[in-house]
């Protein structure tokens, strides 16, 4: 494991984290590079990662600018919303973990947010590097609209957007979420753009430019969805809404249940617990790598 830098197009620098494998693995049998949730560090991804490079992988983590190791000064001075990450930041990442893997194929393995913006990425990248996607593989990522949402999330998401948000961003000129608990700190145009997504039933999709659902329709790569019955956040209805933004020629998908894998609670930030990496990641996820 070893802390890397990435220089964005438009000039930031961003933390990244390469696990290689052992030498006498050999060379990479595939590159995967790991797209964080919202709010959470590539820290939180650690263990999966070592298990990769374990596999024979290359596997590389980043920290979207403001957030993690790649935050450099105060929130309120930045100026990202998740466009950025996905079409500056993420397409950097996975340009400069292109460049260090040479000819092996890569896989795009998200969670959560890192399912949803991976088109996004990948129209912002040239086409040959888009080209070495290979495979895309998400976990726990759903539409987000709140409508939509998990019960324990849909009870409490009315005043995360329509107090909390609203009166503590302009406030502190970021979204404070590490002192509440919530989320975690978020740059204000990121809060701002979820948020636009987050009330509208089409999500991004019923937000954005018509390009962008024009580019998730477009996906010529295999994209497998796996998703969690006990997700606090995504339910069957935002993971359906998101899966129904791709081609369904190309969509596979598979929901599994705790029992299924052996233990009493997965939820949206379980999936990626090492206890599981004989029941979920051997089993479940490496096959779709």
Wanted: aromatic share 12%; proline share 6%; glycine share 8%.
């Amino acid at each position: 494991m070893k802390t890397i830098s990435i220089q964005t197009s438009d000039g930031h620098r961003l933390n990244a984290t390469l696990y290689e494998p052992l030498p006498s693995l050999g060379a990479p049998s595939k590159a995967v590079l790991v797209v964080c949730a919202m709010g959470v560090p590539q820290r939180f991804y650690r263990a999966l990662c070592e298990w990769l490079s374990e596999r024979g992988c290359l596997a590389m983590t980043f920290d979207y600018r403001g957030m993690g190791l790649s935050r450099q000064g105060s929130l309120r001075d930045l100026s990202a919303d998740i466009l950025t990450w996905a079409e500056n930041d993420t397409a950097a990442a996975l340009t400069h973990l292109a460049k260090l893997s040479g000819e092996t194929p890569i896989t795009w393995l998200g969670h959560s947010l890192g399912g949803q913006i991976f088109a996004f990425a990948l129209n912002a990248v040239s086409p040959d590097i888009a080209a070495r996607v290979k495979r895309v593989s998400y976990l726990a990522a759903g539409s987000g609209y709140w409508r939509e949402n998990a019960a324990p999330t849909k009870r409490r998401s009315w005043l995360f957007w329509f107090v909390l948000g609203p009166v503590l961003t302009p406030l502190f000129g970021y979204w404070p979420g590490a002192k509440l608990g919530i989320v975690g700190d978020l740059p204000r145009g990121v809060f701002t753009q979820w948020k636009a997504w987050c009330l509208n039933r089409e999500y991004a999709f019923g937000v954005l430019p018509a390009r962008y659902r024009a580019m998730a329709k477009s996906m010529a790569i295999p994209i497998h969805c796996i998703s969690f019955t006990d997700d606090e956040m995504m339910s069957l209805e935002n993971i359906e809404s998101l899966k129904n933004c791709y081609p369904a020629e190309r969509m596979s998908s598979l929901r599994l249940t705790p029992g299924e894998l052996g233990v009493k609670r997965v939820g949206h930030f379980g999936p990626f617990r090492a206890q599981l990496r004989d029941s979920l990641w051997e089993r479940y996820v490496w096959p779709t790598l």
